[in-house]
């Protein structure tokens, strides 16, 4: 099923690999860490493009509505796969 999702994600930029800490699927509350850094918009960057992937979206359809500065952020993903959403694995 396709549609549109909000996401709320902590981003950690900077550690050694990436990838899910913790995910609330009720809540679409994501703890994230990064490994590119919070510079020059690597680490959003990086994190857009992460979720374009796992979501089966281009990466023109995510965008991040809210915390370009910040470690908490929120992404608006238009066209995804909601039930690859679902499938996140917690960690990887």
Known sequence: MRGNMRLFVHVKPGAT???????DKENKT???RLAARAQDGE???????YFAK??????????IERGLTSKSKVLFVRDCDR???E???PQE
Not at 17 to 23: D, P
Not at 43 to 49: D, V
Not at 54 to 63: D, E, P, R
């Open 54 to 63: 796992q979501l089966k979206t281009s990466l023109s359809n995510v965008s």
């Open 30 to 32: 994501i703890e994230m």
């Open 17 to 23: 690999t990436s990838g899910l800490v913790s995910l």
């Open 87 to 89: 499938a996140l694995p």
């Open 43 to 49: 680490a959003n960057l990086a994190l857009r493009k």
């Open 83 to 85: 039930d690859a959403f």
